[in-house]
């Protein structure tokens, strides 16, 4: 039997296993995590070097290699985050409908756990405790497949939580990692429909997209944000200034900051060369359409491609429109329905907008940077979900859950 | 460019015309077509009797001519239900959540449309009606793909629909049926990620087994059911025989309708003859194990293959157990995620079997034949979703939305 398979099959027992325990019982299993990682610390550090020594070897960037990157800190920071997950209210067994018909049957829906989770992602090692503490606070198995970047860490991790089950009352299978990272064992889960109930990919465009053009198990596809901002012709110089700003330049790696600009052509007229000239100050490239080249000769001229490209740099498309339908047709042609944002003092346009454009967070007057599990209040947070389905947007405790109709009778049938 | 490809992007374009209509003006619509369905009854039967023809020519069955055949009472039937949906509330606008930050930032959770729904399915036009009418409600545009065998009575269903919506706010794309029915376009919507944001089987196990397998699209599994009673060491005899008929024979080829008892092994010592020849009497074919066929010498002997086959006819697989945990693990093994109920007077045996069995829907004392959307009180059903994400159990219009943020600022950024 497979490694994939036969972790499928022991997730699914445990997940069968996690049904019914208390939320004392997980708490005190994820206190358990905490604490064992901070005792693990020196030996989680010495299998972290492994991973930093081969990404050197194999020339991975300084960013790249950060991502990577365990110390005490970040150890402590992660056993911190376990502690805030465990305050976190349990989603598990909370009443979403009760209906008591006329023949005497009373239906309850109830929140219960999803099953098992296939996790699969690249890189960051803190991803495997994000994961696998969500998900037992959700009394869900989890399957994790991290990256072979991370390979040293991602087995010290999760043999440090298997430690810590091992006096719980969680199953230890109900954490578990495929060891092998090969392209072969991201197949097999793509197939594993028998004992997955559902994946959730993190990471790159590239990987998020393999996943959902090969998998049958259900996907909740996370992340990727080529943001906008609509800069509508009452918009303040100010507040555009900042959020802009704010969006392209705070942390320009992640999914929620901006790639593009569209203004009006009015606003653009009177405000544009210093706005850009601001960005370019900045460091930012920017890559723009006719009238902004001519407006601003450093900038590029913006091909077909820019405008649909998540550039996670300090670069910047820039496109003058001539009205918010422009704005909005623009966005839903070219936008991965995450954050848009219109920078406007005219509400009904702010309404337009707000209403058309697909995404999963809209913006009056606020930086797209705002579309974050934390910032909304969830206190964690699984992805950004840029689909429809299940969950959509910053997804907390309860995207990890699913729901179950329990129906009481005294002998009742159907007529 | 083929006809899926374009009838996608009029049905994309329409979606976003869709939004922001109000109840009056989706209603108004709907009672629309409820009026030109019944002024066009005479066309509809006139094209409803080429399919009836070409399905005897075919050599169909009784039953597949009776799932075709519309005549003026079920046409009223169907201007009867739409008006019903006409009543329901709209789920649309809908606030689910309110989050004020300390820092001013208004965040709202509310209930939008999905977008663009597409529905594949076999033979009943009535889905047609269902589908399209569903659909307008939930303020989403739809692409049909119905069944070479009830191809001129959908061609003419949705003809009505179009001169109706002629008249309304409605774009008439909203409503698209795929005219071709060969297996090609169903292949071209599995692949329609650009203009579907979900894809719908509702028909036999092989449809919906080929949509979850080639779908790129987001797909909600509906349907396949095969439910088991399990009848514990204490279950009342007179319930049980009720029960056992209701869920059996009361309509055999629908997917909350039994296939497989499993008995307790001292109940069975006490009532299993007497309940087996009640079966026996009722014409239901018995497949059985070990005990059941030595003790009732006309059951055939159950093959591994029974205990997962939903016979959707009058036949029952019928098999002892020792206790509730075996009959969970027999459940969790052979079903299918749909209906599952336990007649007991322990409560405590009920109450295991009911959070362990995973299962859209549970039931103690009662029939499976109560799982749908009518039964629960929703007013209208699009199907009974047998997979966990988004929905699970009988979906009503909820099914048919997602959720979108609206955050409202004044100029606010991320630190």
Redesign the interface.
């Known amino acids: 039997m497979s490694e994939v398979i036969e972790k499928g099959k022991a997730a699914k027992i445990a997940s069968?296993q996690l049904?019914?325990l208390s939320t004392e019982q997980k708490n005190e299993a994820l206190e358990k995590i905490a604490m064992q990682l901070v005792i693990d610390r020196e030996s989680l550090l010495i299998e972290n070097q492994k991973d930093l020594e081969q990404g050197r070897l194999k020339g991975f960037s300084e960013s790249t290699l950060d991502r990577i990157m365990l110390n005490p800190k970040r150890i402590d920071d992660i056993a911190a985050a376990i502690r805030l997950l465990i305050e976190l209210k349990d989603p598990i067994g909370e009443k979403l409908e009760m209906?008591e018909?006329e023949n005497g049957?009373l239906?309850k829906?109830l929140r219960v756990p999803?099953?098992v989770i296939g996790m699969i992602y690249e890189a960051r090692p803190n991803v495997t405790i994000d994961a696998a503490t969500l998900s037992l606070k959700t009394g869900n198995a989890v399957i994790l497949r991290g990256s072979s970047s991370a390979k040293y860490s991602n087995m010290a991790l999760v043999s440090s939580i298997h430690k810590a089950l091992k006096n719980t009352k969680i199953p230890v299978d109900a954490v578990q990692l495929i060891e092998d990272t090969s392209r072969e064992t991201a197949k097999e889960l793509f197939h594993l429909?028998d004992y997955l109930?559902?994946l959730i990919p993190r990471g790159g465009k590239n990987l998020i997209e393999t996943v959902?053009?090969e998998s049958?198990v259900?996907?909740?596809e996370t992340g990727a944000g080529n943001c906008h901002i609509f800069i509508d012709e009452t918009a303040?110089l100010?507040?555009v200034e900042?959020?802009v700003?704010?969006g392209k330049t705070?942390r320009p790696s992640v999914c929620n900051a901006i790639e593009s600009l569209l203004i009006h052509e009015k606003w653009f007229e009177e405000n544009g060369k210093r706005l850009l000239a601001v960005l370019n100050e900045k460091g930012i490239e920017i890559y723009g359409d006719e009238a902004v080249c001519n407006a601003f000769p450093e900038a590029k001229t913006a091909t077909e491609e820019d405008w649909s490209t998540e550039y996670l740099a300090l670069k910047i498309s820039v496109k003058t429109v001539s009205c918010v339908s422009d704005a909005i047709e623009h966005i839903?042609r070219y936008g991965t329905n995450h954050s848009e944002a219109i920078l406007t003092k005219d509400e009904q346009n702010a309404a337009v907008f707000?209403?058309?454009v697909?995404?999963?967070?809209?913006?009056?007057?606020?930086?797209t940077?705002?579309?974050d599990g934390f910032?909304?209040?969830y206190g964690a947070e699984i992805g950004i979900s840029t689909?429809?389905?299940?969950a959509?947007?910053p997804m907390g405790l309860p995207a990890l859950t699913?729901?179950?109709?329990?129906?009481?009778?005294?002998?009742?049938?159907?007529e």
Chains 1, 2 share one sequence.
């Not at 689909?387 to 299940?390: A, G």
């Not at 179950?404 to 002998?411: D, M």
């Open positions: 069968y049904i019914g209906i018909k049957l239906i829906k999803i099953g429909k109930d559902v959902i053009r049958t259900p996907v909740l303040d100010t507040m900042n959020i700003l704010n705070q839903n707000m209403n058309k697909d995404a999963a967070a809209v913006y009056h007057n606020a930086s940077r705002f579309t910032e909304f209040g689909q429809k389905l299940h959509r947007g699913s729901s179950k109709y329990f129906i009481y009778g005294e002998g009742q049938t159907r």
